[in-house]
């Protein structure tokens, strides 16, 4: 090296020599590991485990003990298990996301894992895989307690099934994440459980919807499109159609709109 | 050929951060505002460069452009060369930053989230020898929000050093520390310069930036005001003014003093009447004749000083 290059390289690059050894983990493992930690936190909290599993379950054995649903030739169980399985879905990837997802913008931590290899497009594929991790627990207790309790699925229902609960994930998570990235916390709390019971209730998931427009919302399309395929076996290319366009105005909106610190 | 080989080491040359003209206008509408106008700074690799400035001056604005979660409204902004508001993985993994009073999820332990941060990098510092460092073996499995601001903000840094970063940025690093772990913290933040590491860190602790700073850059309405080597910052013109402090002197004797025709050098009180400062001491004669008055009111200071101001005045002259 020539005495002016040394200089030069002394002048702005202090007197240590330099080599860097920082790197990132790679890209699936980053993820993993962000999904672990979500999912492994929320399946540990009691408040997020009597939201994503025992008010369904709840939901389910009423339904059952009442006999709300029954209708002459039919179990009640096999109407109620595919809404209280779409129930399942807005609890884990709406408002157990928008809860948690509200609270670690308020405590920037959001922005500090966004500074961190795992970037923002890593935080939100972390938090899509754990959202399917709780999904994959959901689906497999509620339905073994469905089944427990005599429910015949059409088996030829479980593809369009299994579809249209990811659609509804996708959905139900972008909608998420707009309400968590650009509310306040509690206000993000309060929505995201008064909408949850809304939905629930009123918005045609665990009741069949008794206006069609509400199969136009994200929950009534959810229920339907589950209903169809565990009752009737057959695809409700409509439903999924619905939470496609919810889905895309979510992320669209997201990307737009949702602030990373509050 | 070596010499090929050799060069190509020059553009290591560049500044680890490199701010030019930056401008940032937050808020909309009426409530628009400017923050920054046109904020210019370089941190060198192996030196801590302290931001300075009053509340509201800018400062975690521009420490947010610095890594990355704001982008600015104009000017450039490199880290290592490079755009940090599109900075990919492998960059973000040399850059460090520890957040003012946040970042650290509260119902984690401290342990789980340092470990995690770890994962996310290749070859991260045990998170072990990270807590052993910075004296939080004995709370490591606490919950974050049980721990107390001292030790948060010491998680904090764990986070931020556990990739082995090449730059970081240290939001208050040693504000709420309490007496025992500032020592620790300021030592922790100087062997990262040693292993060749830049380090940027904004602090309204005087003291520790006297003790930590190679450069130093004030803030003030979004303007970078002064910057440069704190040795620059704090010489006062041709090194003509002596800091006196009498002690415990009669302030009226002192008075008496400064009240004296002097000859070549102006002398101004201070408010508590017991500390002066003689402006114009340019010379051993000088330095004599002011001794010589002294010597006739009998003041026998308790200290003197000619060598440089504190960071304290710099700062006050550029908020006048």
Request: net charge neutral; charged share 20%.
């Amino acid at each position: 090296m020539s005495a002016p290059a040394r200089d030069r390289l002394r002048h702005d690059d202090g007197p240590v020599a330099f080599s860097s050894t920082a790197a990132p983990a790679s890209l699936p493992a980053r993820i993993l590991a962000q999904a672990r930690l979500e999912a492994g936190t929320a399946l540990r909290n009691g408040e997020q485990l009597l939201v994503t599993l025992v008010l369904p379950l709840l939901a389910l054995l009423g339904v059952h003990v009442t006999g709300l649903l029954d209708t002459p030739g039919r179990s009640g169980v096999d109407v109620a298990a595919p809404g209280v399985l779409a129930l399942a879905v807005m609890s884990s990837a709406f408002t157990s996301t928008a809860i948690a997802t509200g609270f670690e913008r308020r405590y920037d931590v959001l922005a500090a894992l966004a500074t961190t290899p795992l970037g923002t497009a890593g935080l939100v594929l972390g938090k899509a895989l754990a959202v399917l991790a709780q999904l994959a627990v959901q689906v497999v207790v509620i339905g073994g307690v469905a089944l427990a309790l005599g429910w015949s699925p059409a088996l030829s229902g479980i593809l369009p099934g299994l579809v249209t609960v990811g659609t509804g994930a996708v959905a139900f998570t972008a909608l998420a994440l707009l309400l968590a990235g650009t509310a306040r916390p509690e206000a993000t709390l309060a929505a995201a459980n008064l909408l949850w019971v809304l939905f629930g209730a009123l918005g045609g998931t665990v009741f069949p919807p008794r206006w069609d427009w509400i199969g136009l919302l994200p929950s009534g399309a959810l229920g339907e499109g589950l209903r169809t395929a565990f009752i009737d076996g057959t695809w409700d290319l409509g439903a999924l159609a619905v939470l496609l366009v919810w889905s895309a105005a979510g992320v669209l909106l997201c990307l737009k709109l949702f602030r990373w610190r509050p | 050929m070596p010499s090929v080989a050799l060069t190509s080491d020059v553009p290591s040359a560049e500044p680890a951060l490199r701010l030019h003209d930056v401008q940032r206008t937050l808020g909309r509408g009426r409530r628009r505002t400017a923050v920054l106008h046109g904020v210019d700074l370089t941190a060198r690799r192996g030196t801590v460069t302290v931001l300075l400035g009053p509340n509201g001056a800018g400062k975690s604005t521009t420490l947010a452009i610095c890594h990355g979660t704001d982008r600015p409204d104009g000017g450039t902004v490199r880290v290592f060369g490079r755009d940090p508001w599109r900075a990919g993985a492998d960059l973000r993994a040399r850059v460090g930053v520890m957040w003012q009073d946040g970042g650290l999820p509260p119902s984690l332990s401290a342990r789980r989230f340092v470990e995690h941060v770890g994962r996310l990098h290749r070859d991260p510092i045990p998170a072990r020898d990270l807590f052993e460092r910075l004296d939080l073996t004995s709370c490591a499995d606490r919950g974050i929000r049980r721990l107390s601001g001292g030790q948060r903000q010491r998680v904090a840094l764990a986070a931020a050093l556990i990739g082995r970063p090449d730059l970081l940025f240290l939001d208050e690093p040693t504000a709420g520390l309490d007496p025992q772990t500032r020592p620790l913290v300021l030592d922790v933040v100087r062997e990262q310069t040693e292993r060749g590491a830049a380090v940027v860190l904004t602090t309204h602790l005087l003291d520790d930036a006297e003790r930590l700073a190679d450069d130093v850059a004030i803030l003030a309405d979004g303007r970078i005001v002064r910057r440069g080597t704190l040795a620059e910052l704090t010489r006062i013109g041709a090194g003509d003014v002596v800091d006196v402090d009498f002690g415990d002197a009669d302030p009226r004797t002192v008075a008496a003093w400064a009240e004296d025709p002097h000859a070549a050098v102006q002398v101004r009180l201070g408010q508590d009447g017991t500390t002066a400062r003689v402006v114009g001491v340019d010379s051993p004669a000088a330095m004599a004749a002011v001794a010589a008055g002294w010597a006739s009111h009998d003041l026998f200071p308790r200290r003197w000083d000619r060598a440089s101001q504190r960071l304290e005045a710099v700062l006050e002259e550029v908020s006048r």
